[in-house]
């Protein structure tokens, strides 16, 4: 992870509110009992938000408590379900650091098992669901699904380690709007066995949304190359940019406004730019490699290069001051995919965020 990316972690941890009555933001990193690899540090975000992991394993039944990922404890909690046989860790000699912790132990169903939150926050989140297999990466194949989504059963797996996080490869992807506190997540033997490595849960804060997928289900990307679920038209490294609002949408609030991005082509440079409207009501213009969502009074907010992981980071609180409460924007970034472009334009777009800002 880049030295920026820790430095933005820092600033978050730093003017973060008082510890959370429920769960907003999390990660947990399954674990086999007396593994070797140990959790992610808090400086890894996967397909999550930056901070602490929680370590679950099979030992100890029951529910596990958590914290969040700034290390505050929740009143969320963790069960694991009837069906796990198992767990496993192999080490893939291809991985290293952060993503071997996460990647190269696994908990194991032999047909299907399930896990489950409760006590969260109520809101819509986006679940996270890590399920690889690295002792036989292209032959096991499990099948994700999250009750109360919108977002289908997805299939995770078939595949190497390609350097990246990568939905569909790596892991999962499904929003679903979670009400009385609880989610489950469902695991499902399509080839081999089900695998789960991990999970991350990122609620979406209040005023913000997410929107101008571009993942085959509206306006069709350029040149066919439709993303993976919740992100923009698929790059160079197969999946697609994402774009999340992270901190507060309140002008008046000391936590900072951030946009998060990951999924962009690694150590290459991405623009973040915001505007009035949402082009084509929020469905996005063929534009590059990808769809252009942000439209009306385009202000430029800063161009900074992607870390080896694809991920960046930009602060947008000064802009959320400027514009004031009440206001409504949208943000996309534009970033360079010079090589393998799958259009042959060198350039891509992410999904838009958009912002209401509070007093």
Do not use: K
Not at 47 to 59: F, T
Not at 197 to 213: D, E, H, I, M
Not at 215 to 235: E, M, Q, T
Not at 248 to 258: D, E, G, K, P, Q
């Amino acid at each position: 992870m880049s030295g920026t990316s820790r430095l933005v972690h820092a600033a978050l941890g730093a003017l973060a509110a008082a510890p959370l009555a429920g769960a907003q933001n999390l990660h947990v990193d399954f674990r086999n009992v007396g593994g070797t690899f140990g959790e992610p540090s808090n400086t890894y975000a996967a397909d999550g938000e930056l901070g602490e992991w929680n370590a679950v394993n099979l030992a100890v039944p029951g529910a596990w408590s958590l914290i969040d990922t700034h290390g505050n404890p929740l009143a969320a909690t963790l069960m694991l379900g009837p069906g796990f046989t198992g767990d496993g860790q192999h080490n893939d000699f291809t991985l290293s650091g952060d993503a071997a912790r996460l990647l190269e132990d696994w908990l194991v169903a032999d047909v299907a098992a399930s896990f489950s939150f409760a006590g969260l926050d109520d809101g819509h989140y986006v679940v996270s669901t890590y399920a690889w297999a690295s002792d036989q990466p292209t032959s096991t194949l499990t099948s994700v699904s999250v009750p109360g989504s919108s977002d289908p059963a997805q299939t995770v797996g078939g595949a190497g380690w390609s350097g990246l996080i990568v939905p569909g490869v790596t892991h999962a992807r499904h929003e679903v709007d979670v009400v009385g506190g609880t989610l489950q997540v469902q695991l499902a033997t399509v080839a081999q066995r089900a695998t789960v490595n991990g999970v991350s849960l990122v609620r979406v804060p209040p005023g913000f949304a997410l929107y101008c997928y571009a993942d085959g289900g509206g306006v069709a990307c350029p040149c066919g190359n439709s993303g993976s679920p919740g992100r923009g038209c698929a790059n160079s490294t197969g999946a697609g940019a994402r774009l999340s609002g992270l901190g507060s949408a309140s002008v008046s609030s000391l936590t900072n406004l951030l946009l998060q991005g990951s999924g962009f082509t690694p150590q290459q440079p991405a623009l973040l730019f915001a505007g009035a409207n949402a082009v084509n009501g929020g469905a996005g213009a063929p534009f590059g490699d990808g769809l252009r969502c942000v439209g009306g009074g385009v202000t430029r907010l800063g161009t900074y290069f992607c870390d080896p992981d694809g991920e960046v980071f930009w602060y947008a609180t000064g802009y959320r001051a400027a514009e004031g409460p009440g206001v409504t924007r949208r943000f996309q970034a534009w970033y360079r995919d010079p090589q393998g472009s799958p259009c042959g334009s060198a350039f891509n777009l992410s999904n838009g965020v958009e912002v209401t800002f509070a007093p």
